[in-house]
């Protein structure tokens, strides 16, 4: 089982409306989750940390079931400037890989007019 | 405040040949992170400097080292390419401590292709 998974899409989303996905993660002792965002042939960039109590930030709600161990992220009111890879990130709990952090395959976005 | 910078953008090398990737970090980060994204697929950690000493590493061959400056700035260098090196080569850099888990910020990438 690969530590971080994710659907790689792609999501075909209609513009206005809400698209949600998920990422699991194999290490129960994962502490920090964040979502970046990345867009065609750019680095990452991080979108937004994950809380235990869940949070949101705009159009972007993000929640964690620790008993199930996903992440999920929901988009609200779709831009068509929403289209990117969306990449799940986890922390490691192996002490030889350090501070690791570990990247989902990524699931791709595709809103449409 | 000054962001992760990489230098070169774009590398093509032959196989066999050696490789050194540079990357700054951003400023009051101590912590640098190298990561290998291959076309299609999500970035896979090589190693994190937490200064100056090497703080982890995923599974890449000895081929594959680093460095980090009392600057911060790091350096990857790869030996012996081969064709499955041909990447975009991600350094992050972030402010840690060992046992801390911070976001990575990202520089612009080298891209690299081994022909």
């Known amino acids: 089982r690969k530590e971080v998974e994710q659907d790689p899409g792609p999501f075909n989303v209609p513009e206005g409306a809400t698209v949600a996905f998920n990422c699991t993660y194999s290490?129960?002792?994962?502490?920090?989750f964040f979502w970046y965002r990345q867009d065609c042939r750019k680095e990452p960039k991080l979108l937004m940390s994950?809380?235990?109590s869940g949070n949101e930030d705009g159009r972007f709600t993000a929640q964690l079931n620790r008993a199930s161990q996903y992440i999920s992220l929901l988009i609200r009111d779709s831009k068509l400037s929403d289209s990117a890879t969306y990449l799940c990130?986890?922390?490691?709990?192996?002490?030889?890989?350090?501070?690791?952090?570990?990247f989902g395959g990524g699931t791709r976005v595709l809103v449409k007019p | 405040e000054t962001g992760v910078t990489q230098s070169p953008t774009h590398l093509i090398k032959t196989r066999g040949q050696q490789v050194t990737l540079r990357c700054s970090s951003q400023?009051?980060?101590?912590?640098v992170s190298w990561y290998q994204q291959a076309l299609g697929q999500g970035p896979q950690f090589i190693f994190q400097?937490?200064?100056?000493?090497?703080?982890g590493r995923g599974n890449f061959p000895p081929r594959f080292s680093g460095l980090q400056f009392p600057n911060y700035s790091s350096e990857l260098n790869v030996n012996a390419l081969e064709l499955d090196d041909s990447a975009l080569y991600l350094c992050?850099?972030?402010?840690?401590?060992?046992?801390?888990?911070?976001?990575?910020?990202f520089g612009n990438g080298t891209r690299l292709t081994v022909t």
């Open positions: 992050a850099s972030s402010l840690d401590g060992l046992g801390s888990f911070s976001p990575l910020h």
């Open positions: 290490n129960s002792a994962s502490q920090s």
């Open positions: 994950v809380y235990s």
């Open positions: 990130v986890v922390n490691g709990d192996d002490k030889a890989a350090g501070n690791k952090l570990t």
């Open positions: 400023s009051g980060h101590n912590t």
């Open positions: 400097y937490y200064r100056e000493e090497e703080n």
